[in-house]
């Protein structure tokens, strides 16, 4: 099968370099895709910025309007780390947009991935920790409330505990959220997932991809699904600023390959996000997020 990816120039709201967000990185990702000959020119899949409707499904309507209008309250934009100006908000409904397409297509094609997405720290009331709202949470929503699937997992390997995500869904049971995760990274304090793995600081290669594997195989015992959402975070990677743990790229990769082998040998579609990633070095942090779109290839 060919490899849908989803792409949109306003994934990158273009901040200044010195911005401790590394928004650039998301145009140089899909600039390498093409010079690597990963995706045609004119080839990426374009999502519709998400309405506000498929946005409410899933945030309290009065954040969302504060969204849309960019009149969120000082503190609310502290907590999410930058101000929601136009060019914010709109890329938040575009991410939102491409998550959803990209769940769509990996249930047309088995697998599809986004250039974007994985914004797991907004919970229902607000935003939190770069992340104005929650794309996963977003897209399965929308899926669920059309009768597109029954249920899903998050399957979220970002080295942050999906705490957003855990928080929407800790009423739902379509939804089973599965987060393995820095044991003293931000958030603090930790929501309640699912299924919760906390690493220690440190955690390298071999001792990541033994725990992986256990709890694929206690993912897939314990929650029925119609589709996976997998948040590929580059994080833990050990130069990354915020990480905290030890993985290498190559880890990173055998990760990847590990996660989308196993739900796709169940036939289980799955949906790829990129999730975060925070050096400073933008081409060698663009090129390790096109890590999971390299993996995916390997199962298209």
Request: glycine share 8%; proline share 5%; charged share 25%.
């Amino acid at each position: 099968m060919d490899l849908p990816i989803v792409h949109h120039p306003a994934f990158d709201a273009r901040f200044d370099e010195a911005h401790r967000f590394p928004m650039s990185k998301f145009t140089r990702l899909a600039q390498i895709l093409v010079e690597d000959g990963l995706v045609a020119p004119g080839g990426f899949e374009e999502p519709i910025p998400a309405p506000q409707a498929w946005l409410e499904l899933a945030h309290a309507p009065a954040y969302v309007e504060g969204v849309l209008r960019r009149a969120l309250p000082l503190e609310m934009e502290k907590a999410i780390g930058f101000p929601v100006d136009e060019r914010v908000a709109m890329r938040s409904r575009c991410a939102c947009g491409g998550t959803v397409l990209t769940a769509r297509l990996a249930l047309e094609k088995g697998l599809a991935c986004n250039t974007a997405g994985g914004s797991h720290h907004a919970h229902r009331d607000g935003g939190a920790g770069f992340s104005v709202f929650n794309d996963v949470a977003v897209a399965a929503s929308v899926l669920l409330a059309a009768g597109e699937i029954g249920r899903a997992i998050v399957f979220d390997c970002d080295v942050h505990q999906g705490d957003g995500t855990a928080r929407i869904f800790q009423d739902d049971p379509r939804v089973a959220t599965v987060s393995i995760h820095g044991e003293k990274n931000y958030p603090h304090p930790k929501a309640r997932s699912d299924l919760d793995v906390p690493l220690r600081d440190g955690t390298d290669d071999e001792s990541y991809l033994r725990v992986l594997d256990s709890i694929l195989e206690e993912s897939a015992a314990r929650f029925r699904a119609d589709l996976v959402f997998y948040n590929a975070g580059v994080d833990p990677h050990r130069d990354d600023r915020l990480g905290r743990l030890a993985l290498t790229d190559d880890g990173l990769t055998e990760r990847d390959r590990r996660v989308i082998g196993f739900f796709r040998q169940r036939g289980l579609p799955v949906a790829c996000v990129i999730g975060g990633g925070y050096s400073r070095d933008i081409e060698a942090l663009s090129r390790r997020h096109t890590i999971i779109h390299r993996a995916a290839f390997e199962f298209a």
